[in-house]
């Protein structure tokens, strides 16, 4: 059983930037960002490939937000500028195994593993 666990949340002001991590109880293929606030859907932020870095972005975060990893592959880091009020949630890292799509990437029906979640609050 893989086991992610976030760590990095807490509270900035408007325009400012967070950094969030992630690490892996093992080697796997794709995690990924997501966060929800209550009564909402669950959105995508980011997802990475792990093998070769690949990322993709959600419309929403594209410029401000950047993931990375690092050299052992097993944690990743969701690096988030300009952050506005709308950032606000509850952000989680997921992950999986095999190959997706682009599209697939960026949908949580895809990933099997996640995070307990990180609270994220941005104040005006």
């Known amino acids: 059983q893989v086991q992610l666990a976030e760590s990095g949340g807490g509270s900035v002001q408007a325009g400012g930037t967070m950094r969030l991590s992630c690490v892996a109880s093992t080697i796997i293929s794709n995690m990924a960002w997501f966060r929800q606030n209550p009564g909402k859907k669950r959105e995508a932020v980011a997802a990475m490939r792990l093998r070769n870095g690949w990322t993709i972005y959600a419309d929403s975060v594209e410029g401000r937000f950047t993931m990375s990893q690092d050299d052992t592959k097993d944690t990743v880091y969701l690096t988030m500028n300009s952050l506005t009020p709308e950032d606000t949630a509850v952000y989680y890292c997921?992950?999986?195994?095999?190959?997706?799509?682009?599209?697939?990437?960026?949908?949580?029906?895809?990933?099997?593993?996640w995070g307990q979640g990180t609270q994220v609050t941005v104040s005006s």
């Open positions: 997921a992950g999986n195994l095999g190959v997706y799509t682009a599209h697939q990437m960026l949908d949580d029906r895809e990933y099997d593993y």
